[in-house]
């Protein structure tokens, strides 16, 4: 008997069994913020399924098909059965991908990570949308919503495209998203975060949209531990300018206080939205960031 066949790649973003495992999972939002139109998620009013969650009193005009017949029977009152109502949650992703996101293989760990969440919302029938932002000015490249595992293959394409270029801040790709998005849900953005916009700006627009903000930001490991060994001169890879700066032991030492600060204040923004927010380095494999970081914290379950 022949070995069967090796399962064809269906994306070069996400190995086959890292995809499987994702069919098993689902986007876990501290909010559950959902739209008003049917979906999946249970909300915490009272609608139409199959789920039972209440009982109320019978008032004139009420629907005389929910009304529970066998307490009737019993109490000679009417008594109307309530379900949960199923709606629809949209996720959104905002990918990066400016020029600082080419150093030290930064986007090459936004794609994958994007393509993961926009994988388990298309499974969990979620309607999934995609942003990727590039030069300041411009609208953002754009995947309208689409839902289901028939738009798979699209999800992946849109992404394995992206390439970085471009100086835009991440506060101006959030409100020219919002041009375009209605409906309420998560917002996944990957990035370094390393803006001169107004963030705070930028999460509070989300938030008033009804978007949970998921933040997850990549460093390369030269932004985690930089080496100040010698005399240097820095160029900003959106901007071109320069800096020249001399070994200090002090320079350093002020250089980590302002990332764990930046750190610091990125959870805070999120979490007072409701979001989430994870900071990740860029050489970490996608599975080890999906499967034992976010699973582990909640992000996903």
């Given at each position: 008997?022949?070995?069967?066949?090796?399962?064809?790649?269906?994306?070069?973003?996400?190995?086959?069994?890292?995809?499987?495992?994702?069919?098993r999972?689902?986007?876990?939002?501290?909010?559950?913020r959902?739209?008003?139109?049917?979906?999946?998620?249970?909300?915490?009013?009272?609608?139409?399924?199959?789920?039972?969650?209440?009982?109320?009193?019978?008032?004139?005009?009420?629907?005389?098909?929910?009304?529970?017949?066998?307490?009737?029977?019993?109490?000679?009152?009417?008594?109307?059965?309530?379900f949960h109502?199923?709606?629809?949650?949209?996720?959104?992703?905002?990918?990066?991908?400016?020029?600082?996101?080419?150093?030290?293989?930064?986007?090459?760990?936004?794609?994958?990570?994007?393509?993961?969440?926009?994988?388990?919302?298309?499974?969990?029938?979620?309607?999934?949308?995609?942003?990727?932002?590039?030069?300041?000015?411009?609208?953002?490249?754009?995947?309208?919503?689409?839902?289901?595992?028939?738009?798979?293959?699209?999800?992946?394409?849109?992404?394995?495209?992206?390439?970085?270029?471009?100086?835009?801040?991440?506060?101006?790709?959030?409100?020219?998203?919002?041009?375009?998005?209605?409906?309420?849900?998560?917002?996944?953005?990957?990035?370094?975060?390393?803006?001169f916009?107004?963030?705070?700006?930028?999460?509070?627009?989300?938030?008033?949209?009804?978007?949970?903000?998921?933040?997850?930001?990549?460093?390369?490991?030269?932004?985690?531990?930089?080496?100040?060994?010698?005399?240097?001169?820095?160029?900003?890879?959106?901007?071109?300018?320069?800096?020249?700066?001399?070994?200090?032991?002090?320079?350093?030492?002020?250089?980590?206080?302002?990332?764990?600060?930046?750190?610091?204040?990125?959870?805070?923004?999120?979490?007072?939205?409701?979001?989430?927010?994870?900071?990740v380095?860029?050489?970490?494999?996608?599975?080890?960031?999906?499967?034992?970081?976010?699973?582990?914290?909640?992000?996903?379950?």
């Amino acid at each position: 008997m022949e070995p069967l066949a090796p399962r064809p790649q269906m994306t070069t973003l996400l190995a086959n069994s890292v995809l499987d495992r994702l069919e098993r999972l689902r986007i876990r939002a501290p909010g559950r913020r959902t739209s008003r139109s049917r979906g999946e998620h249970f909300s915490g009013k009272g609608g139409a399924s199959t789920e039972f969650c209440d009982y109320r009193d019978y008032s004139p005009g009420d629907d005389t098909r929910f009304v529970d017949w066998n307490i009737f029977a019993r109490l000679h009152r009417p008594y109307l059965k309530q379900f949960h109502r199923e709606e629809e949650r949209h996720v959104v992703l905002l990918i990066d991908a400016s020029a600082s996101m080419k150093f030290e293989g930064k986007l090459d760990l936004a794609r994958p990570l994007a393509a993961a969440f926009g994988v388990m919302g298309l499974l969990n029938n979620e309607r999934v949308s995609a942003y990727v932002s590039h030069q300041a000015g411009n609208a953002p490249d754009r995947l309208p919503p689409c839902r289901g595992r028939a738009n798979l293959r699209t999800l992946f394409q849109f992404i394995e495209n992206i390439a970085s270029q471009g100086d835009a801040p991440l506060d101006r790709a959030v409100e020219l998203l919002l041009r375009h998005h209605t409906g309420r849900g998560v917002c996944v953005i990957v990035s370094d975060f390393l803006t001169f916009g107004d963030l705070k700006r930028g999460f509070n627009l989300l938030y008033a949209a009804g978007l949970e903000p998921l933040g997850v930001q990549i460093l390369s490991p030269r932004e985690i531990e930089p080496e100040i060994s010698t005399d240097l001169r820095l160029v900003d890879s959106e901007t071109q300018e320069t800096l020249d700066i001399s070994s200090n032991d002090d320079l350093a030492s002020l250089y980590q206080e302002y990332r764990q600060r930046l750190e610091t204040d990125l959870a805070l923004l999120c979490r007072r939205r409701s979001g989430r927010f994870l900071s990740v380095n860029s050489e970490t494999p996608v599975e080890s960031v999906l499967f034992d970081q976010m699973r582990r914290k909640g992000w996903i379950e």
